[in-house]
């Protein structure tokens, strides 16, 4: 079970916030994001040790989890499931847009193959946790099986074990496997009831015949899986993949140790709605980092009532949207814990009327 958040410090939270030199909410967003990540970071905390020990964000630790797609497998996508090895490669070498923001920013990397068509080469230090080559066709029958489920669970789990016992309190999961926003397309229309319509988008940037072969593809397969999908665990089973199935358990684990998750965009907030209905108390641990170009995300914050930090037209997956995150949050923890109260800058109290 994940620990429901303690709240105990709301109210001080809240107060130092608002005793800043500034109006009250003046900084926006960046204001209710200090206020939750505070919060987090404070669990077991007294207000002495709040104010003593001002805890910081350790070690931002980056996860990318790989996996191919039986589905890619009907021309979803604009690239063959091949691209998704090819893709893993780059990052273990550095070459891709994730490696060179994570170099920018600050972010310890690590790249996961959780079942792709052609394992990695053992030199490019890549985690093996394999469930198989490629997932099942979706639409055919489930994409994983019941033991590829659970393994998949726990392994997400492990995944993050190593960053917890090194301190990381933060946590970013981006992913890679052609054909996965069809994936998550489906994932959400069995948990929202929305159409394939109004889920499916371009992806990586496919044609109005590939969009309409997807949405034909998901209704098939919601139709198949109709009378399983009021479980989240068999709607992961039957539509997710590999790669999805283990940020769904990194992300309980990450929540169960009380530490931050920062979201990425389309498919990792898949995994984090699947991961919201197996235990709901996770969410509270999660920051949106960013709403991206793909069709259906915003559907999807609305339908988990979250808002996200950034909207740049994203749609790139990787976890670039999550990694462009974390100097927001940097900066919620340096103005909570550095900014001066009206008090200690003598400066008069500014107090806004109607």
């Given at each position: ?53 001002r ?11 790989a ?58 230090n890549?985690v ?100 399983a ?17 283990q940020?769904?358990g ?6 169960r ?98």
């Open positions: 079970m994940i620990p429901q958040l303690n709240r105990q410090h709301d109210a001080h939270i809240q107060h130092t916030i608002d005793m800043k030199t500034k109006p009250q909410g003046a900084l926006g967003k960046l204001e209710t994001l200090a206020h939750q990540l505070v919060t987090i970071l404070s669990q077991g905390m007294e207000h002495s040790q709040l104010e003593s020990e805890p910081d964000i350790v070690r931002p630790q980056m996860l990318i989890f996996g191919d797609h039986g589905i890619a497998g009907e021309g979803v996508s604009i690239a063959p499931s091949e691209v998704t090895a090819q893709m893993v490669a780059n990052f273990a070498t550095g070459g891709a847009a994730i490696n060179v923001l994570c170099a920018q920013l600050g972010w310890q990397l690590s790249v996961i193959d959780c079942g792709i068509l052609t394992p990695p080469a053992p030199e490019l890549v093996s946790q394999r469930l198989g080559n490629i997932t099942r066709p979706l639409h055919l029958e489930p994409a994983l099986n019941e033991a590829q489920l659970e393994q998949g669970l726990a392994l997400g789990q492990e995944a993050v074990k190593p960053a917890l016992a090194s301190g990381t309190n933060l946590f970013a999961l981006g992913e890679m496997g052609i054909g996965n926003t069809t994936a998550a397309a489906a994932i959400f229309s069995a948990l929202s009831g929305l159409t394939s319509a109004e889920t499916v988008g371009r992806g990586t940037g496919v044609s109005d015949e590939v969009v309409e072969k997807k949405q034909q593809l998901i209704e098939q397969a919601l139709r198949l899986h109709r009378d999908l009021h479980d989240p665990r068999e709607v992961l089973r039957r539509l997710g993949g590999f790669e999805i199935c940020m769904v990194a992300m309980l684990e990450i929540a140790a009380q530490k931050i998750v920062l979201v990425d965009g389309f498919i990792a907030t898949a995994a984090a709605m699947l991961a919201y209905r197996i235990d709901p108390a996770c969410k509270d641990y999660m920051v949106f980092a960013h709403c991206s170009g793909e069709q259906g995300h915003q559907a999807m914050l609305s339908w988990l009532n979250v808002e996200p930090l950034l909207n740049l037209k994203m749609r790139l997956g990787e976890g670039t949207g999550a990694a462009l995150a974390l100097p927001l949050c940097q900066s919620a923890l340096a103005f909570y814990y550095q900014m001066a109260s009206f008090e200690a800058a003598a400066v008069t109290q500014v107090v806004e009327t109607s």
